[in-house]
């Protein structure tokens, strides 16, 4: 038992076990293979090492955005003139990586709370009873005004009139503000921080520059038309009512170079108020909202309520570090060897299935024992071999091929340590009952057992 075990551990230590090959000259077999195989070779090199970068690995940063609006616009409505600077025109006035710059607007001002009668063709009545408490959007009295023919209604007086849109937009210089965006990102997986100011973005860059795709990538000030025509869209259309425009700030860095090569990339895209949807048929174009500013005259309560159209600017940061990293590329690697174990599949499909060969294909990939045949010699531990001899003779001759027979002839190597240790007429005893295809049994060549 304990020289079992021992044997065992022994061979599964020391003993090596590799499946065995058969070569197939086939040229249509073996091109087949060589595609596939080079197809595989081709998809790990440049799809997963090349395009997918599956040698590195991957990082997505924190970030931070501070941005701020330069610029004046001037209005002059019913001879009063009017100048709108950054409190006036940015909601909210934070700074944000999200806010509205105003390019129109409706001002209703000196407004009370009171009764008033509705706008004319809001909601039309010919009697008090068409003017039921609550029953619209405004609270009504319930009482129908004969100068106007609209129900009287409980609100801030007079009732806001939004009918008519400016046109062109009250603040068409809004194309000459100016943007200003301070980015900050930090990589904690590979411990690397970034700024959008750059190497060479100094104060005095900063002061003088504009940014352009071509000229000058780098700067981070933008001139509000500009974005809105890098976008896509018509700025006299968007100012007019309104819309939203996303600035995408890229960082998409291969830290396996310098640091200082990883820079940010702008772009631009325009995402509602393009010309296209001012169809009359949709629900809602633009992008607006109201405000209002209180004050006191006297001791009654008044405000200046403004219906602001104004451009949406979202700021939104996309980041992807990469760097080398022994744990993706082994992954790949191996992954990829796998991928070649389809060649084997596809040619072993063809071989054993396709071929008008198949059945010789499947007789030389196969070997097959017949488990009762050996059971005799496995039990001995003998290595056993088949031949075939062929034998004439019969009436006819030993030259006819009347009486042509085949002989299968198994013979048994028996080991030299068995011999020794019985004697010959007991070998022949012992084993000559379970031979049953044995026709001849020496222990050495020449000698008669």
Known sequence: ???????????????????????????????????????????????????????????????????????????KMNGIERVWDVADYVFPPQGDSSFVVMTNYIITEGQQMGKCPELQGRHSCSSDSECEGGSY????????????????????????????????????SAENYTLFIKNSVTFPIFGVSRSNLVE??????????????????????????????????????????????GIVVDWTCNLDRAVKHCKPKYKFHGLYGNPAETDKTRASVGYNFRYAKHFLEGTVQK???????????????????????????????????G????????????????????????????????????????????????????????????????????TKVRFINVPQKIIKNISKSQFVIAFLPQLRLCLFCRSDPGEDL
């Open 339 to 406: 991928i070649f174990g389809v060649a084997t599949v596809v040619c072993d499909l063809v071989l054993l299935y396709l071929l008008p060969k198949r059945e010789f294909y499947k007789e030389m990939k196969f070997k097959h024992t017949d488990a009762y045949k050996q059971h005799d010699s496995e039990l001995l531990g003998l290595e056993t071999s088949d031949k075939t001899y062929q034998s004439t003779g019969g009436p006819n001759g030993p030259d006819s091929d009347a009486c042509r027979t085949e």
């Open 200 to 245: 060479g973005i100094e104060a005095d860059y900063i002061s003088k520059c504009l940014h352009d795709p071509k000229d000058a990538p780098l700067c981070p000030i933008f001139r509000l038309g500009d974005i809105v025509k890098l976008s896509g869209f018509n700025f006299e259309t968007i100012a007019r009512l309104g819309g939203a425009i």
């Open 303 to 337: 405000r200046t309520l403004l219906k602001v159209f104004g451009i949406r600017l979202d700021i939104i940061v996309q980041s992807l570090a990469r760097k080398f990293d022994i744990i993706p590329t082994l992954t790949a690697i191996g992954s990829g060897v």
């Open 137 to 172: 959007k405004r609270q009504m009295t319930g009482v129908c005004l004969n100068a106007t023919k609209t129900c009287e209604v409980l609100a801030w007086c007079p009732v806001e009139n939004d009918h008519d849109i400016p046109d062109p937009a009250m603040l068409m």
């Open 1 to 75: 038992m304990k020289s079992q075990i021992t044997n065992g551990v022994s061979d599964f230590f020391f003993e090596y076990e590799t499946p065995r090959q058969v070569l197939v000259r086939n040229r249509r077999v073996g091109v087949v293979c060589r595609l596939i195989q080079l197809g595989v070779l081709a998809y790990i090199i440049g799809w997963v090492f090349i395009y997918e970068k599956g040698y590195q690995s991957t990082d997505i940063a924190v970030s931070s955005v501070y941005t701020k609006m330069k610029g004046v616009g001037y209005t």
